[in-house]
């Protein structure tokens, strides 16, 4: 997150506001970190990982899914079978944070092959929350309004 973004997020939030403007940066920086939108991080899964992250149910549920489409004629089929060998673990996992992974998966949904629950299920491996520092506040707060540090 960039200081002016860091600023706004402190402005649009009353405690945080009120932290910083006290100088209590500690304080609005765990503020920060729960308010703040997650973000993506690289995230390699194999379908071991699946079961852990997802619960077996959900996770055979969306794997037997996605095997029998892999084995239909659509278009995307192909780069499905690819992503399902990726998914074995000898094979090291596939990343479910790739964007073009996501994007496969919306796709998916669209065709009715997975549920919404699903495909946000499998979006949400992903996300990870923003870490914000006091040091991080200060920079964004203060030197934004002209008072360097």
Request: aromatic fraction near 2%; proline fraction near 4%; glycine fraction near 6%.
């Amino acid at each position: 997150m960039t200081p002016a973004e860091l600023k706004s997020l402190i402005e649009s939030d009353p405690q945080a506001l009120q932290l910083a403007q006290t100088g209590n940066d500690e304080a609005c920086a765990a503020r920060c970190s729960e308010i703040a939108p997650q973000t993506r991080a690289t995230t390699m899964l194999t379908e071991r990982g699946l079961y852990d992250k997802l619960g077996a149910l959900v996770a055979e549920t969306i794997l037997q899914k996605l095997d029998a489409f892999a084995k239909t004629s659509d278009q995307m089929a192909p780069m499905v079978r690819r992503v399902l060998v990726w998914l074995q673990p000898v094979n090291g996992g596939a990343d479910v944070g790739a964007t073009e992974l996501l994007v496969m998966v919306g796709a998916l949904k669209l065709k009715g092959v997975l549920t919404a629950d699903e495909a946000m299920a499998i979006d949400a491996l992903s996300l990870v929350p923003q870490t914000v520092t006091a040091a991080e506040v200060a920079v964004a707060f203060r030197q934004t309004e002209g008072v360097s540090i």
